[in-house]
């Protein structure tokens, strides 16, 4: 009987967890629904079940419902609730300096470079959303935190952030940089400048782009504290990064 060796790479907590971030299985199919795929590595992996049930499998980059067909062939991921970066902060950490308005970055950002863009001469309002990390979080101490990406998958969603802001509020401008690996108290963990016109759509902007990234863009977060680390997943209900913006919601 013919069988065939799927491979699935894993992030944060499930590659945690697992103990390996490319899990090697075989099965008789070559090809099957992506729902199927997570209730068999959940009977094969029955203690991890509950964070694997609530994964989304991603095939070729691309988020996959659990009733959409998927292939051995594939590039599959299985990827736990991510959690984006939060928080408020107008501080200059300068390094990263990418010129491309997308980018994840293990060095340190400067929000001066990235507000700069954004900059038109025809736009009178450019704002910067910074997320850093707190110290204290519902009354336990946060050491550091430590990122992950996903990151083809990841540019690639933040992209289509922009091209959605450009689409709801056209002629506004955006650009997102994330950092990975460790990130440290009061350092910034994620920059969102954007810049219109006129201020109404940068404000309206720039609250989309931290709401669709912590939906849809794989970057997960873990907390360490003095005496373990936690994974944070989504915390705002069941994720879905399929589902439609909030406001497009029936």
């Known amino acids: 009987m013919t069988v065939y060796k799927w491979k699935i790479y ?13 899990l090697e299985t075989e099965f008789a199919e070559e090809r099957l629904a992506a729902g199927e ?5 959940a009977a ?6 509950d964070l694997i049930e ?3 499998v991603a095939r070729n980059q691309s988020f996959s419902p659990d009733e959409a067909e998927i292939g051995y062939g594939d ?14 902060d107008a501080g200059n950490e300068a390094v990263a300096s990418s010129a491309e308005p997308y980018a994840i970055s293990a060095s340190a950002l400067s929000a001066e470079h990235v507000l700069s863009l954004v900059h038109r001469p025809d736009h009178g309002a450019a704002l910067l959303f910074a997320g850093t990390t707190r110290g204290l979080t519902g009354g336990q101490r946060t050491v550091t935190l430590d990122y992950e990406a996903y990151e083809p998958m990841a540019l690639a969603a933040l992209r289509r952030i922009g091209d959605e802001i ?7 401008l955006c650009a997102i940089h994330h950092r990975v690996g460790t990130v440290g108290i009061g350092e ?6 954007v810049s219109s016109p006129h201020r109404a759509p940068a404000y309206e902007a720039s609250r989309y782009a931290i709401e669709r990234l912590k939906q849809t863009v794989p970057i997960w977060k873990r907390e360490v504290y003095a005496d373990g680390s936690e994974w944070k997943g989504h915390q705002t209900g069941p ?3 399929l589902a439609p913006p909030a406001d497009e919601a029936p």
Do not use: C, D, H, M
Request: glycine share 12%; no cysteine.
């Open 166 to 172: 450009g689409e709801r509020w056209p002629g506004t």
């Open 44 to 49: 094969a992996y029955p203690a991890q079940a």
């Open 239 to 241: 994720w879905n990064p």
């Open 75 to 88: 590039e599959l991921a299985l990827l736990p609730p991510v959690s984006g970066g939060s928080g408020l």
């Open 54 to 56: 609530v994964s989304f």
């Open 37 to 41: 795929l997570k209730r068999r590595l």
């Open 188 to 193: 910034t963990s994620v920059l969102i400048a």
């Open 10 to 22: 894993l992030f944060a907590g499930l590659a945690e967890r697992l103990g390996t971030r490319l």
